[in-house]
């Protein structure tokens, strides 16, 4: 999703976490999508170039063109070349993963191993360094389960971060609690740079 897309629908985006890239969040809120533009078009393969190419740029093309088929305004040539290709390649996907032994690919698509996992709600912010050594989980792990985060911190200022991490590491992780908060993580604030300022004057302000 743009920003301006995800935004309406519930997803943050900043410099320490981007919902977009979650994946349960992102699919909740793209089928919230599908579901408030379905209506407003006649069929699902408006719908979908609506989802591609966005709504409003759908409707004034069809009543540009005076046409409601998509078919139409592709051969027609009054759709952007990503979209006019959006829905031809939608149906091909489908069309090739439903018949992989016919198109021979059977063997070059692979289902990834599941890892079992769980959410772990954390009091305050912390380090995913100092998280991945006191539960024993490689730090590249945490950031594959929890690709929202920007950073290797959990955003700050917000309590009751749920985390997601392997469900055996949850245990771990509540028997060794304190020594996930005994290490203080710095606050974070805002300065907007004033001319003349350096990094080193800045610093110093700050001590």
Known sequence: ???????????????????????????????????????????????????????????????????????????????????????????????????????????????????ETDYYTLQRPVDLRDLSRVAGIPLQIIRDLNPELGTTMTPPGIKNYRLRIPAEAAERLSVKAESLYSKKTPGVTRHRVKKGESITSIARMYK
């Not at 089928?31 to 409003?56: E, K, M, Q, S």
């Not at 829905?87 to 059977?106: E, H, M, S």
């Open 1 to 115: 999703f743009v920003d301006n897309t995800s935004r309406p629908l519930g997803l943050q985006s900043d410099r320490w976490i981007d919902e977009r890239r979650d994946i349960e969040k992102s699919t909740a809120a793209a089928v919230r999508h599908l579901r408030n533009i379905r209506g407003c078009f006649p069929d699902w393969a408006l719908t979908l170039a609506a989802y591609n190419g966005g709504a409003g740029y759908m409707k004034r093309t069809m009543e540009k063109t005076g046409h409601s088929d998509f078919w139409k305004l592709r051969d027609g040539g009054h759709l952007r070349d990503e979209t006019s290709e959006y829905i031809p390649k939608y149906i091909a996907l489908i069309v090739i993963y439903k018949n992989q032994r016919l198109f021979g690919v059977k063997d070059e698509i692979t289902v990834p191993k599941k890892i």
